[in-house]
């Protein structure tokens, strides 16, 4: 059962417009959500996070926003810049057994010159 | 500055044969992972250890073992690979639980065959 799930697969938007990424989780107990941003032949890379106490968090150009009721969570990237293009993951937490994030399955960014 | 280093890179195994993929942290982190990453299927969590000789399971650990007999690495052993086992594998680590930001290695690329 996929308890974090990411249902766009690839997104393309053009330089200098807003990207946004979706991401939603079925499990009530996550209270701590991260993005992560991964290159072709790289690792991911920790991009920006949220606890649930909070419904919006903003690093730059990165935002992202938390809607507990609606168990959905967004990344908007404004403006979209070439070095942009990656694939994205949502990742989740819950505040017991948290040694471990649940990963979404990404989105892949493609950001058109 | 190292951080996450994973070795080997690149490996090509015939179904039945062993082997050690070894990762090596220099940021004196508690809590190390392994994951593996499949198309469509996101970051599976393989195995994990909360501190120098504690090892637990992941969501995906059957035909993996791993060993943490030094707080800086942490090896994950196939002692007969199956081809359902081809896939990237990437090491992590992070100074708390899973809430915090995790520091990814680059990846070993695992095929059998």
């Known amino acids: 059962d996929q308890q974090v799930k990411q249902n766009s697969p690839s997104l393309s938007v053009q330089e200098g417009r807003i990207s946004i990424l979706n991401c939603d989780y079925t499990?009530?107990?996550?209270?701590?959500f991260l993005w992560y941003k991964k290159y072709p032949a790289e690792g991911p890379t920790f991009l920006i996070s949220i606890s649930s106490i909070k419904d919006k968090n903003e690093d730059g150009r990165f935002t992202v926003f938390l809607n507990k009721s609606a168990k959905h969570l967004s990344l908007h990237i404004v403006p979209s810049q070439p070095g942009d293009s990656a694939v994205y993951f949502c990742?989740?937490?819950?505040?017991?057994?948290?040694?471990?994030?649940?990963f979404g399955t990404g989105t892949r960014l493609t950001i058109i010159p | 500055n190292a951080g996450v280093t994973q070795t080997p890179k690149f490996r090509v195994l015939k179904t039945g044969q062993s082997m050690t993929l070894l990762c090596a942290q220099d940021m004196n982190h508690e809590y190390m992972y392994w994951y593996r990453q499949d198309p469509g299927m996101g970051l599976r969590l393989i195995h994990y250890s909360v501190g120098e000789g504690t090892t637990a399971k992941g969501e995906v650990p059957d035909g993996y073992n791993v060993s943490r007999l030094k707080k800086q690495n942490f090896l994950l052993g196939l002692e007969s690979a199956a081809p359902s086992q081809t896939s990237v594998y990437f090491c992590a680590s992070s100074y708390l639980a899973g809430n915090t930001e995790a520091f990814f290695g680059q990846g070993t690329r695992l095929t059998v065959v």
């Open positions: 499990n009530s107990m996550f209270d701590y």
């Open positions: 990742a989740a937490t819950t505040p017991f057994g948290n040694e471990k994030l649940t």
